[in-house]
């Protein structure tokens, strides 16, 4: 009988059998009866069977590949994009050595450009209109009108870079031996364009400090030459090396979730409630905003790396920036794209030009101990998510304050307070563009009107800022604020939203003029100017740089700590020594009561109680007189145009 591939007779029945080997090399065989006994009917199945198994033998082949990208195969295709992306800096960096006399320029903008369109792509994806201009005015709006011209050309010359970064996943994933999976293939281009972020941060500190030029490349030592024969021969022989434990196989996300998206995931997770069961904490607009902060800082100072990976010596690195940060750091957008040691050195060239004072050098432990905080809780959520994350004693971060909550912002005196209202903003300006400059010229504006609400309620920054024409009524003669959070505003917490009465001193100096006013100019906020036309920048905010910075450097009492917040202590410090109950103070400011008589049974104070409470505050503002509303030009009152900041 001829042989027939693949097939054999035992008695008179006729089997199928095939061994195939996949990629591991271990043989697997595979044994069918074809339940005939007919040699014809045998041949016919045999050769059927034989063509479908190459087809199956490719399919599991496929299939047979790991599910995911092991830790150890990202990090080779991180060492290669990085490698890749270096070698592509230092090509470019010469040329422009060769041809322009200001190649340091041309490169730190070139790498600028790399770092905001790599990060960009890391955290939010490649999108479909890569390289557009619609796409690149609305995510990359911090960059200079030239730095986006220069990434339009870059991406109208290569139309194809999208296809070929996916090209490139795909020839990752099939050096390493990995299935081609829609998520294989996303997770390959995003640890490629992790390893050439690294790459251009770390391009960029060796901009600043060439002697980390090698000493930083611990992914690419440099093997030293053969010893000489004699000295080989005459080597002891060496030790065993001890074999590392293997680290643990981390599924994605988590394997290469960096800070920030670990924090944003933290806060997806967890939608209502951050802190521990004891603390019971709210999100807020300003908490979910400060947690990412925390997280970002971790990652400018700690690298795009994943967050399961810090140690101890990675916070105690971060600890040292937060010493060296100017105190405003990231107000100016060109910040977004530095690294903190980048941010750190400029401040420090600052401090040697005579550009900067070095007192505005180093963070306050309240705002280190906030960061630390939220850091330390975004640690222990990780490390509940993934095996083999550090340990780290946070309390060695964490700056013990001894003085009284009620002392740490210390409150205004009645003296202080006269001295801040004979600024020329209320009793008169040289001009509208000269308001902090004696004259005889007043408008009322938020420039005017918000310190004296500040005095005369306690309320918070952005409490009076964000206010509506709405948010303000009259009730059996007591005109009053309603701190809310409706109408777009943000309160602190439950108790901050409140009924909250003008006191005399502020209807004598014409705040419900100011109000109808506003009215019948068509207004719907009791400050317009405070906006923005991005409307990323809160009215508080707004208030802050464009007011208060200037106003308290015409204050000679202001002391660090000291801002508008403190206005709320010397409401409270004010009242108590007026013996005003606790319960009406804190209803007046917005606190949440401790204990169950003081915060679960007693009512809200009336609104004639708290009128009472307002007007025993000290007026500081009796020598200003009342004068007509004078609104601000309509020009002047539009929303704020966004300025591009412009790269140095």
Same mark, same amino acid.
């Given at each position: ?16 059998? =095939? ?38 033998? @490719? ?22 994009? @990085? ?86 996943? +795909? ?7 990995? #299935? ?7 997770? +390959? ?40 024969? #004699? ?15 293997? /680290? ?8 290469? @979730?960096?800070?920030?998206?670990? #924090? ?14 004891? =603390? ?18 971790? /990652? ?44 750190? $050195? ?32 975004? @640690? ?24 009284? +909550? ?98 005399? /001193? ?13 009215? +019948? ?15 990323? =920048? ?73 009128? /009472? ?16 509303? $004078? ?18």
């Amino acid at each position: 009988m001829p042989a027939i591939q693949n097939v054999e007779r035992r008695g008179a029945v006729y089997y199928w059998r =095939r061994t195939v080997r996949f990629q591991d090399g271990k043989p697997f065989t595979l044994r069918l009866s074809l339940r005939t006994t007919a040699q014809a009917v045998a041949r016919s199945m045999g050769c059927a069977m034989t063509a479908k198994s190459e087809t199956l033998k @490719m399919t599991l082949g496929q299939n047979g590949r790991a599910a995911s990208l092991t830790t150890v195969q990202k990090a080779g295709i991180f060492r290669e994009a @990085m490698k890749g992306m270096r070698d592509h800096l230092e090509r470019v960096h010469v040329g422009y050595q060769r041809i322009d006399p200001d190649a340091t320029f041309m490169i730190e903008g070139l790498v600028g450009i790399y770092e905001v369109m790599l990060r960009d792509f890391v955290v939010n994806g490649v999108p479909e209109n890569v390289g557009s201009r619609e796409h690149v005015e609305a995510r990359f709006s911090g960059l200079t009108d030239e730095q986006k011209e220069t990434l339009i050309d870059f991406f109208a010359d290569r139309p194809d870079w999208r296809e070929r970064s996916h090209d490139k996943a +795909a020839q990752d994933l099939r050096t390493v031996g990995v #299935a081609e999976t829609e998520d294989n293939l996303d997770i +390959a281009r995003k640890v490629n364009l992790e390893g050439r972020l690294a790459a251009a941060l770390e391009y960029r500190r060796r901009l600043f400090d060439p002697a980390t030029m090698w000493a930083a490349m611990t992914d690419d030592r440099v093997s030293a030459a053969p010893m000489p024969i #004699a000295v080989v021969a005459a080597a002891p022989a060496a030790a065993p090396v001890p074999v590392p434990p293997r /680290e643990p196989e981390v599924a994605e996300p988590w394997a290469s @979730m960096t800070p920030t998206q670990a #924090a944003e995931r933290f806060i997806a997770d967890n939608p209502k409630i951050v802190g521990d069961a004891r =603390r019971k904490a709210r999100w807020t607009e300003k908490t979910r905003t400060q947690f990412l902060s925390a997280a970002r800082l971790l /990652e400018k100072s700690y690298g795009a790396r994943p967050i399961r990976l810090v140690v101890r010596e990675d916070v105690v690195r971060l600890n040292e920036h937060f010493s060296r940060l100017p105190v405003s750091h990231h107000k100016s957008r060109r910040h977004d794209a530095m690294s903190l040691e980048e941010i750190c $050195r400029e401040a420090e060239e600052e401090i040697k030009a005579g550009t900067r004072d070095a007192k505005t050098i180093g963070l306050q432990s309240t705002s280190t101990n906030r960061h630390f905080l939220f850091l330390k809780e975004l @640690m222990a959520w990780v490390g509940k998510q993934v095996d083999g994350v550090g340990t780290i004693d946070w309390s060695d971060f964490l700056y013990e304050d001894d003085r009284d +909550a009620r002392d740490q912002r210390d409150a205004y005196t009645e003296e202080e307070g006269r001295q801040l209202f004979r600024l020329p903003i209320w009793t008169g300006s040289r001009s509208l563009g000269r308001r902090l400059e004696q004259g005889t010229e007043i408008w009322h504006d938020g420039g005017f009107w918000v310190l004296p609400i500040a005095w005369y309620t306690g309320c918070r920054r952005e409490e009076i800022c964000q206010l509506t024409l709405d948010d303000i009524g009259e009730e059996n003669g007591i005109w009053f604020f309603t701190i809310t959070d409706e109408n777009g505003g943000r309160v602190k917490n439950r108790a901050a939203v409140r009924l909250v009465p003008f006191a005399d /001193e502020l209807i004598r100096l014409g705040l419900p003029g100011y109000v109808k006013a506003l009215h +019948a100019a068509g207004e719907t906020m009791l400050f317009p100017e405070l906006r923005t036309a991005s409307g990323k =920048r809160s009215y508080g905010d707004v208030y802050y740089k464009n007011w208060w910075m200037k106003i308290a450097r015409k204050l000679d009492f202001i002391e660090p700590g000291q801002a508008i917040h403190s206005f709320r202590h010397t409401v409270t410090t004010e009242l108590k020594h007026r013996e005003v109950f606790l319960e009406t103070r804190a209803d007046l400011v917005g606190h949440t009561m401790s204990g169950e008589t003081a915060g679960r049974y007693s009512k809200a104070a009336r609104l004639i109680r708290l009128k /009472e409470a307002v007007d025993q505050i000290p007026k500081v503002t009796d020598r200003l007189p009342s004068l007509p509303t $004078r609104l601000l030009p309509s020009v002047n009152r539009q929303p704020r145009p966004a300025r591009l900041k412009v790269r140095g």
